[in-house]
């Protein structure tokens, strides 16, 4: 009998190693897998980024360009305005000098009205 209870517990403890053996397998599986995920995660992210990246700096020249663009065409209506302002000035430039000087030679001379005059 104490050879059935030998054997009976020889088994037990074969029977409790091989589940030790399994379950660390699994461990050993489970932590593979977690590595594997952690790696795949780590190359996915780093191509994300950089296709944002690469969005982002397509974004901004494409900004700067339109940027630079209505820059130009502010500095074309500026100019355009600033040449029609001279143009004008030089047109009107003797007819506004007469009348200057008209008002100026032609000055009349009134008292204002809080002023009393003594004879």
């Known amino acids: 009998m104490a050879s059935n209870q030998n054997d009976a517990v020889n088994i037990?403890?074969?029977?409790?190693?091989?589940?030790?053996?399994?379950?660390?397998?699994?461990?050993?599986?489970?932590?593979?897998k977690i590595k594997n995920a952690k790696e795949e995660a780590t190359v996915e992210l780093k191509e994300m980024h950089s296709n944002w990246s690469k969005e982002l700096k397509e974004l901004q020249a494409k900004m700067k360009?339109?940027?630079?663009?209505?820059?130009?065409?502010l500095n074309s209506m500026i100019s355009s305005k600033i040449e029609e302002i001279n143009q004008m000035a030089e047109k009107n430039?003797?007819?506004?000098?007469?009348?200057?000087?008209e008002w100026v030679i032609n000055i009349e001379a009134v008292l204002h009205e809080n002023v009393t005059v003594e004879e």
């Open 65 to 73: 360009k339109e940027i630079s663009d209505e820059d130009s065409q």
């Open 93 to 101: 430039k003797e007819e506004v000098s007469k009348q200057l000087l």
């Open 12 to 32: 037990l403890l074969d029977a409790e190693q091989e589940a030790k053996d399994l379950v660390k397998k699994a461990r050993q599986e489970r932590d593979k």
